[in-house]
Nanobody, 125 residues
């Protein structure tokens, strides 16, 4: 099990950029595929991006493909989500999550065992 803490959210204008980070504690970070999810008010939590344990495989929701980039630094135990060309519809609470697998086996939130508390991202038009 890993403990996760997100940071880096905030306010951005449409077309701007933000980077959110997720710091993990525990000795097994490199054993986990990691994901980013988001939840807007009144909506279900949705998949944004995921990355395998070594970073060699990445996956993106169609809505963010080409704009967002997920990466990780196993030495620092951190996973990042770089968000460019932001849109108002990207406004949500962003959560990072760990899967009990080195490879990404699912993008369903139910397949991720550990979650952070979330960080708010707000994009103004």
């Amino acid at each position: 099990q890993v403990q996760l803490v997100e940071s880096g959210g905030g306010l951005a204008q449409a077309g701007g950029s933000l980077r959110v980070s997720c710091a993990a504690s525990g000795r097994t970070f490199s054993n986990h595929a990691m994901g980013w999810f988001r939840q807007a008010p009144g909506k279900e939590r949705e998949f944004v991006a995921a990355i395998s344990w070594g970073g060699e495989s990445t996956y993106y929701a169609d809505s963010v493909k080409g704009r967002f980039t997920i990466s990780r630094d196993n030495n620092k135990k951190v996973v990042y989500l770089q968000m460019n060309s932001l849109k108002p519809e990207d406004t949500a609470i962003y959560y990072c999550a760990a899967q009990n697998s080195r490879v990404v086996t699912t993008t369903d939130p139910a397949g991720f065992a550990s979650w952070g508390q979330g960080t708010q991202v707000t994009v103004s038009s």
